[in-house]
Every structure is written in C-alpha cells, then in structure tokens.
Nanobody, 124 residues
Framework: QVQLVESGGGSVQAGGSLRLSCAASARTFSAYAMGWFRQAPGKEREFVTAISRNGVSTSYADSVKGRFSISRDNAKNTVYLQMNSLKPEDTAVYYC?????????????????WGQGTQVTVSS
C-alpha cells in the first residue's frame, strides 16, 4: 500500500506560480512512475503530466506544455509539479498518482494509488 499526500495548493492570480508536492509513503518509491491529474468542477479528471521511475522521461498535456514542469526526488520520496504562468482554466483539484511501472501512462485507470488532492484556484 502506498499513501500519497499532496501539498502546496492555494489561490493565485493569473500569471502567478505555484509548486505542488506529493510525498509518498512507499519504501520503494523509485519503483513507481508518477503522474499528476486534475479535476475541475463538473469535468472529468484529466491527465496533466507524468514522470518515469528514474525521472528521465516526462510527458505533458498540450494545455500545460511550456508552463508546467514535473520532477522527482527519489531520496525524499517526493514528486513535484512546478506551475508557472497560471491561467484561470488551470483551476482544479490536483491529484498525484503512482503507477508501478517504468514509464507512466496518461490513462488514469492504469494508476494504482491516488492522493486526496489539493485545490488550486487561479483568479483573473
């Protein structure tokens, strides 16, 4: 069992930045590829970004490319999401997720564990 705890959410004006963190309880954190998803009110949960077990491979949704950056520190069992140039449409609850594989997918159904989420609100 892996527990994931997100932090770093909050309210920010458009154009601002936030850094989300996701701390994992797993002893073998490096065995998991990690992803970030988000869910806005009335919408389905959507893929944002993912990172491979060793942190070398990353992927991004088109809507966040060039603005968001995912990274991980396996020594600290933590994955990060740096969000720059935030837009009101980025407002959502952000979830981190873990998939026991080398390279994470964009498919939320493939993930094994999920955090409780952290709210990000971007005002115009």
């Amino acid at each position: 069992q892996v527990q994931l705890v997100e932090s770093g959410g909050g309210s920010v004006q458009a154009g601002g930045s936030l850094r989300l963190s996701c701390a994992a309880s797993a002893r073998t954190f490096s065995a998991y590829a990690m992803g970030w998803f988000r869910q806005a009110p009335g919408k389905e949960r959507e893929f944002v970004t993912a990172i491979s077990r060793n942190g070398v491979s990353t992927s991004y949704a088109d809507s966040v490319k060039g603005r968001f950056s995912i990274s991980r520190d396996n020594a600290k069992n933590t994955v990060y999401l740096q969000m720059n140039s935030l837009k009101p449409e980025d407002t959502a609850v952000y979830y981190c997720a873990a998939e026991r594989t080398t390279i994470a997918t964009m498919k939320k159904g493939e993930y094994d564990y999920w955090g409780q989420g952290t709210q990000v609100t971007v005002s115009s």
